[in-house]
């Protein structure tokens, strides 16, 4: 029984990357249901694997694992990929590990000198307490929010995201993800200070970051005495004037979701423009894993972003309910098939392989000549993310 739906969904993967066609509903949600089974069995792996108190990040050159303290900016992303699986398989054992692990995140609540706040925390203690309600995380977040907002500036209206390079005062379209946990902050707490500064960051951000066809800069550096803009630039990106995806897609889901928390339609209209732009894209491969940036000169033989398509995927799914129901059947089926390839055998691994990482081929930083080609923490976690948003919302919307 097993060998026969492992074949049909071979069939599947085979049919969805040589003719494009669709997976039907079925085809998907049996293939959804495979891919968290085998994340869990994956993730047992690392788990067992896994040496104590720190995080799971990438691949070394040598092939080793290449791990995290609990300070790098992805630390967040494994327990918070435990948390998933537990709401998945109902297992104690991946509770447990979330638990464990993201004690070793309490130090970054008081962190100042980071804007990553929101994936540290809200990823995993997040969470946490959408599953299990535990009260002593409702403190843990709410100390991380107020050490995110001492970084908003006022003469900018934003938050200022590194502390490091050659900037006076850099904010990033990643920035955009660590707005979720203001929006949480201002529900749980009653106090508005936290989602107006996510809004002013918002808005901020789609005057300055975005060009006119809504694709956006990675780096907008600010004065940080006047508020006006000093440069555009890139960090990870082929250039400054290219399209970096993984930036894309922090775009695409940083304005979805502020439209969920704050109904405004300005964010809609944002979120829904950036899809488009990546969606009807020239050099958006026929299986929606983009290329590490839509202008990178090697393309068709750049290398691809896996995580770039997890975070597109997991917003497109949620894009899709927000929207009329022409766009609704686009987003959300451009989000099951990007779904799809990443679940296919291209980029899913085998069991026990891939440093038991679920996902192969993301690229952290072409440019920085780091991570690249590898599995990354954050493409499993949106990925797990995307297969639960797929599950629970097909025939749902
Ligand atoms: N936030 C850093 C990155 O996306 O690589």
């Keep these: ?5 492992v074949f049909l969904l071979l069939m599947a993967w085979g049919a969805a990357a040589h003719a494009q066609t669709k997976l039907s509903t079925r085809q998907m949600k049996a293939l959804v249901n495979e891919s ?3 994340s869990a069995t994956q993730y047992k792996h690392m788990m067992q694997a896994l040496p104590d108190s720190v995080f799971p990040r ?21 327990p918070g990929s435990c948390w998933y699986l537990y709401e998945y398989t109902k297992d104690p054992a991946f509770k447990q590990e979330a638990e464990k692990r993201q004690q070793y995140l309490l130090p970054d609540q008081y962190r100042t000198n980071t804007h990553d706040l929101g994936f540290l925390m809200y990823c995993s203690f997040g969470n946490g307490l959408r599953l299990i309600g535990t009260p002593a995380y409702n403190d843990v977040l709410m100390t991380s929010s107020r050490s995110l907002i001492t970084r908003y500036k006022p003469t900018i209206k934003a938050i200022r995201s590194w ?3 050659r900037w006076q005062c850099p904010v990033i379209i990643d920035n955009m993800m660590n707005l979720e946990m203001l929006a ?3 529900r749980h707490s009653g ?4 989602i107006k500064i996510a809004i002013d960051h918002a808005n901020t951000t789609i005057k300055n970051h975005f060009r006119e066809d809504y694709s956006s800069y990675h780096v907008v550096d600010y004065d940080t005495a006047t508020g006006q803009v000093l440069a555009k630039k890139t960090h990870q990106g082929h250039s400054d004037a290219s399209a970096w995806s993984r930036g894309q897609a922090w775009g695409l889901y940083g304005y979805t ?16 423009h950036i899809a488009d732009y990546m969606l009807n894209h020239p050099r958006m491969p026929k299986d929606l894993v983009p290329y590490y940036d839509y202008d990178a000169p090697e393309i068709p033989n750049a290398i691809r972003d896996a995580s770039a398509a997890a975070v597109m995927s997991s917003a497109l799914l949620e894009l899709s309910r927000y929207t009329n129901k022409q766009e609704r ?18 980029y899913r691994a085998k069991e026990g392989e891939n440093n038991n990482f679920i996902l192969m081929h993301s690229t952290g930083s072409m440019p920085g000549k780091s991570e690249i080609d590898v599995p990354l923490s954050y493409a499993d976690y949106y990925f797990l993310e995307a297969l639960l948003r797929y599950k629970n919302w097909a025939g749902k919307r």
């Design 257 to 272: 979701m502020m439209y969920r928390e704050t109904k405004d339609k300005k964010y809609l209209d944002q979120a829904r």
């Design 329 to 346: 059947k686009r987003y959300w089926n451009a989000g099951a098939d990007a779904l799809a390839s990443l679940a296919g055998p291209a």
């Design 36 to 38: 968290l089974r085998f």
């Design 163 to 165: 502390d490091h390079g």
């Design 58 to 78: 990438a691949t070394n050159k040598d092939g080793s694992l290449m791990t995290a303290k609990y300070n790098w900016w992805t630390a967040g992303f494994y």
């Design 184 to 186: 949480w902050a201002t």
């Design 1 to 5: 029984m097993k060998s026969k739906i």
């Design 191 to 194: 106090d508005s200070t936290f």
